[in-house]
């Protein structure tokens, strides 16, 4: 089966800039979303259509996509970032959606 | 305001079956493509299926196939995930997930324990 592939873990220190990357055979033919995932709640979108942001999503949450690869990029990152973060996509037919394993971002 | 609340969670035998509902509210729930999405304790999030605005289409992933099955009731606002065969692995926090291009919304959420 389809599979994408995040790093489990992500520190950086406030301010600075967090890349999240996820790894797919079928993300050029696919878009990519990421999902914020605080301990206990839903899912939040932070990301749609590989670069496009939701009007009550910060700016400094940013999207990008090329060839095999999708990032999650996180300008200035602040405290209240802290979180699990998901990338999902689909697979080459478009018939099966999928969740990369998560990746635990840690503002140090 | 969108709401999506799921109901229907709970203790099961494996084996046994449980039939998940999501109600809609405040927003034109035949126009939109629906999933549900499980959690493990712990654990990262699994898409399970999916369905188009009509109902008319269906996906299930490969970990479910012939156990669950997704479907619709347009006319009441209500996702469904009739679940038969339920295995101790299926133990999960199970969300309804409405997704439009920027509209995004999760309900809160039914805990499903398989456990003899």
């Known amino acids: 089966s389809y599979e994408l592939t995040q790093p489990p873990s992500v520190s950086v220190s406030p301010g600075q800039t967090a890349r999240i990357t996820c790894s797919g055979d079928?993300?050029?033919?696919?878009?990519t979303s990421w999902y914020q995932q605080n301990s206990g709640q839903a899912p939040v979108l932070v990301i749609f259509?590989?670069?496009e942001r939701p009007s009550r999503i910060p700016a400094r949450f940013s999207g990008s996509s090329s060839g095999t690869t999708a990032t999650l990029t996180i300008s200035g990152v602040q405290a209240e970032d802290e979180a699990d973060y998901y990338c999902?996509?689909?697979?080459?037919?478009?018939?099966?959606?999928?969740f990369g394993g998560g990746t635990k971002l840690t503002v140090l | 305001e969108v709401q999506l609340v799921e109901s229907g969670g709970g203790l099961v035998q494996p084996g046994g079956s449980l039939r998940l509902s999501c109600a809609a509210s405040?927003?034109?729930?035949?126009?939109?493509?629906m999933h549900w999405v499980r959690q493990a304790p712990g654990k990262g999030l699994v898409w399970v299926a999916r369905?188009?605005?009509?109902?008319?289409?269906?996906s299930h992933a490969d970990s479910v196939k012939g156990r669950f099955t997704i479907s619709r009731d347009n006319a009441n606002n209500t996702l469904y995930l009739q679940m038969n065969s339920l295995r101790v692995e299926d133990t999960a926090v199970y969300y309804c997930?409405?997704?439009?291009?920027?509209?995004?919304?999760w309900g809160q959420g039914t805990l499903v324990t398989v456990s003899s």
């Open positions: 997930e409405l997704a439009g291009g920027p509209l995004d919304y």
């Open positions: 259509r590989d670069t």
């Open positions: 369905i188009n605005s009509d109902g008319t289409s269906t």
């Open positions: 079928a993300l050029p033919d696919q878009y």
């Open positions: 405040e927003i034109r729930f035949s126009n939109y493509w």
């Open positions: 999902q996509s689909a697979d080459s037919s478009g018939t099966y959606n999928v």
